[in-house]
Nanobody, 124 residues
Framework: QVQLVESGGGLVQAGGSLRLSCAAS????????MAWFRQAPGKEREFVVS????????AVADSVKGRFTISRDNAKNTVYLRIHSLNSEDTGVYYC?????????????????WGQGTQVTVSS
């Protein structure tokens, strides 16, 4: 099992930028496919972006394309989500998720391990 801890959320003005981090432990990070999801108030959790263990981005939601960038640092066992041009629709709890690269899965899921989430609030 993988333990995931997100950080970096907060209150940001519309148009601003943010970088979220997700630190992983418990398994070899370089062997994990990773993804970010988010859940807006009153809505279901939705897929945002995913990355293969090798560093290749595999899928991104149309709603964030061009503004969200996923990256990883295997030496730090961390995956990042860089967000630009924030707007009110980006408000929500952001979760990172992991699945072993040895298990066949679609980029959008399912994933086996989840973090507790980090809150992002965009003010206008």
């Amino acid at each position: 099992q993988v333990q995931l801890v997100e950080s970096g959320g907060g209150l940001v003005q519309a148009g601003g930028s943010l970088r979220l981090s997700c630190a992983a432990s418990g398994r070899t990070f370089s062997g994990l496919n990773m993804a970010w999801f988010r859940q807006a108030p009153g809505k279901e959790r939705e897929f945002v972006v995913s990355m293969r263990w090798s560093g290749e981005m595999t899928a991104v939601a149309d709603s964030v394309k061009g503004r969200f960038t996923i990256s990883r640092d295997n030496a730090k066992n961390t995956v990042y989500l860089r967000i630009h041009s924030l707007n009110s629709e980006d408000t929500g709890v952001y979760y990172c998720a992991a699945r072993s690269a040895g298990i066949a899965t679609a980029p959008r899921g399912p994933y086996d391990d989840w973090g507790q989430g980090t809150q992002v609030t965009v003010s206008s």
